[in-house]
């Protein structure tokens, strides 16, 4: 095959676009026993935050007719284990780490990025910021443009390496939010976390889950995801993109690269098929090559500029009949 994954995001390069999304292969250690995580183009780690977390009441999880819901609740070790033992684990292991940090006020992001700013070998940052703000009466920074700014501002002033910001669907207006935080100085963007959804248990009367609603994941919120890789590419066509959301298949990888990503991170289907990576890669690569395509880079947000398909001159062989049987 005539193909190279090759990748570059931000101006740092990676063996191939295919990405582990954060919270679901958590620091790699256990997804590595079937995938190996050198092969990726990265390891988006589970969102670290800067204390230990125990996370949500359980139920966590609940599987719906169409996607899986969660309320992990960043649980996690805090970044001084992250830092002794998680991340020298990838470092040593040779793969790419993408550091997903979370936290509950702009100066615990601050913290954060300082904590990582002397260490070598941290590709990106990725700032998850779909969490409660305790400074705002909770509401999640990703939801209002100034908090998603303020955080991204602080961690790409304490920063060496490019900050993708990871942004929520659950706005009114997402190219509004990608535009504060690229002004803030975000380098990129990881579109999309989880819908924040709900499931009932009819035997019990009560929500499924221990914290009442979670965030909705899987091939239910591809078309969301696709969406807002879409608007956003249209309206910052040179901020690479993360896209994530659904993505099970090289075909779903390359939707994602058409509507405007440069690259894809996988979270839910991992749960299913941990081995499914490399198979999406492969897959990835079969279907450049059947286009004609040498590297991703050249399908990037091109279903924005494809001339729509134009039938052939003649009659419409289903004739009139067909169209007045239709109504
Ligand atoms: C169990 C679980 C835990 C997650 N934890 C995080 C997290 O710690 N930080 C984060 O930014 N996103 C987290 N996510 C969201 C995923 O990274 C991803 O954005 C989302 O699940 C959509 O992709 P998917 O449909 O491929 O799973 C989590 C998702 C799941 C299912």
New binding site residues.
Partial sequence: MAVDLTTVLAGVEFANPVFT????AAAGQELDTFTDVTTLGGV?T??VMRLPRAGRPTP??AETAS??L?S?G?Q?PGIEAFLANDLPWLLERGARPVV?I?GSSVQEYTELAQALRDVDGVALI?V?I?CPNVEDRGHVFACHPASAAAVVSAVRRNSRVPVFA?LSPDVTDIVGIAEAVLTAGANGL?L???MLGLAIDPGSLRPVLGAVTG?L??????PV?LRCVWQVHAAFPDVPIFG?????TGTDALEFLLAGASAV???????GDPTALPRIMDELGTALDERGLTRPGEIVGRAHRSPLFVAPEGPDPLGDASLRAAG
């Fill in positions: 999304a954060s919270g679901c988006v589970k969102s966590r999880m996607g899986m969660n992990i960043l996690g997903s979370a990725e998850n779909s990871k990881s999309i976390n989880t965030g994941s899987g091939p239910a919120i591809k995801a994530i959301g659904g993505v099970r991170q996988v979270g839910t289907a991992l749960f």
